[in-house]
């Protein structure tokens, strides 16, 4: 079951900054927190992720708080082309094999207009 | 372009049919996963493939089988669906497991039971 809660959709207008927020109160000191979107029809693609510390990268940056029990994830400017369900998800590690399983919810929708 | 090739990109068939999915990464990956996307639903993994080795089968019926000939290329085999098998299947890579990182995933191959 996924262990992330997103508001199920968002509005932003072109150009502004979205804020996508993801509640995770039952991480645990060794998972990571991803972020993925989808875009209509096409498959999933990585954003970014992260640990502790926020990150930034060419697409986005990723606040997550001192507690770890939250995060946000912040498009700076967002285009149209922004649209798209976006996944927040805790990475589980899996044992014996010790591959890691990454578990999508529902996401967030998120709609930018004109 | 993600590196990673889904054929064909949308299938129908009957229940009786036998058809295949193939998937082919151009990014020197060693871990392959097939994911399920039904409508309104979350993405469901059903296979894992480190270094040709089925590493994960999430209780994916027989109907669906598997095959990893080399680390570049997964095929899905598909006989006697039934139509709530009707669905977006997605193929992905990554560098290697139990690292973390990103998955890198294919445009999907949505498939339609009749």
């Known amino acids: 079951d996924a262990k992330t809660t997103q508001p199920p959709s968002m509005d932003c207008a072109e150009g502004r900054a979205a804020n996508l927020p993801c509640n995770h109160s039952?991480?645990?000191?060794?998972?990571?927190v991803y972020w993925y979107r989808q875009i209509h029809s096409q498959g999933p693609q990585y954003i970014i992720h992260?640990?502790?510390n926020n990150e930034t990268n060419e697409m986005a940056s990723l606040i997550i708080t001192e507690d770890r029990k939250s995060s946000t994830l912040i498009l700076p400017h967002a285009t149209l082309r922004d649209t798209a369900v976006y996944y927040c998800?805790?990475?589980?590690?899996?044992?014996?094999?010790?591959?890691?399983?990454?578990?999508f919810g529902t996401g967030t929708r998120l709609q930018v207009f004109p | 372009e993600t590196g990673v090739t889904q054929t064909p990109r949308h299938l129908v068939m009957g229940m009786t049919n036998k058809k295949s999915l193939k998937c082919e990464q151009h990014?020197?990956?060693?871990?392959m996963y097939w994911y399920k996307q039904s409508a309104k639903k979350p993405l469901e993994l059903m296979f894992v493939?480190?270094?040709?080795?089925?590493?994960e089968n999430n209780s994916v019926p027989s109907r669906f089988s598997p095959e990893c000939p080399n680390s570049s290329h997964l095929f899905l085999h598909l006989h006697t669906l039934q139509p709530e098998d009707s669905a977006l299947y997605l193929c992905?890579?990554?560098?290697?497991?139990?690292?973390?990182?990103?998955?890198?995933f294919g445009e999907g191959s949505r498939l339609t039971v009749l």
């Open positions: 493939y480190s270094l040709e080795e089925r590493v």
């Open positions: 990014l020197g990956h060693n871990a």
């Open positions: 039952t991480i645990s000191g060794n998972e990571y």
């Open positions: 998800i805790v990475r589980v590690p899996r044992k014996p094999y010790n591959t890691d399983k990454l578990i």
């Open positions: 992905a890579s990554s560098q290697d497991l139990g690292l973390g990182g990103e998955l890198f």
């Open positions: 992260g640990l502790k």
